[in-house]
């Protein structure tokens, strides 16, 4: 894969979505950041403000997302607008990589889950790296199959989603980078 042609999807928030923006620029890769009006972010390159009627298309009912999650999230304008944000990384994202931490009811930790849900809706190679448990998993329709040491992914696509957990841990920072050293030393 040409790194000309690959493009980072992500939201530059502090933690797991600058890491890996801080990764894609370290390579050269071009990034792009789905954010609003008055969000915080670390990442400046790749800005792509959504305005009112973007953030409309991707609007999702939160009790929705409540009972899919099995959590319940509040009817708040903030929420709803990272929610909106993260419709985007995934729905450009042709894979998608999360930083976080898979629960036991096979859901990913925190808003990231989310994205998480909605790309295996959208039924895209999806990845976790769980910094808990310090390892990779895919997955595969029904369940998280943890990916074996020397056989963690690698950027398949040209046009992937890169998000997580704003609480970035040391392993966690460690799997952004050899993610990226795996796909394009």
């Known amino acids: 894969m040409k790194k000309d042609n690959v493009i980072l999807f992500s ?14 620029e370290r390579y050269g890769i071009e990034e792009v950041n789905f954010t609003f009006e008055g969000h915080t972010r670390c990442r400046q390159r790749g800005v792509r403000v959504l305005n009112h009627e973007e953030l409309k298309n991707g609007d999702v009912s939160l009790e929705y997302v409540s009972r899919l999650m099995n959590r319940r999230y509040t009817e708040s304008p903030l929420l709803r607008k990272v929610l909106q944000t993260i419709w985007y990384q995934v729905n450009n994202g042709q894979a998608i990589y999360v930083i976080g931490e898979v629960l036991p009811d096979k859901t990913v930790k925190g808003g990231t889950g989310w994205g998480a849900e909605f ?23 029904l369940d998280w199959v943890e990916r074996e040491r020397g056989n963690e992914p690698v950027i398949t696509q040209p046009h992937f989603a890169g998000t997580g957990t704003r609480f970035l841990t040391e392993n966690g920072k460690k799997a952004i980078a050899t993610l990226f050293d795996r796909t394009f030393c």
């Open 11 to 24: 939201g530059g928030a502090d933690g797991a979505e600058a890491e890996f923006g801080a990764n894609a």
């Open 119 to 141: 790309a295996k809706i959208c039924n895209k190679p999806l990845f976790v790296f769980d910094q808990k448990v310090n390892a990779w998993f895919q997955w595969d329709r």
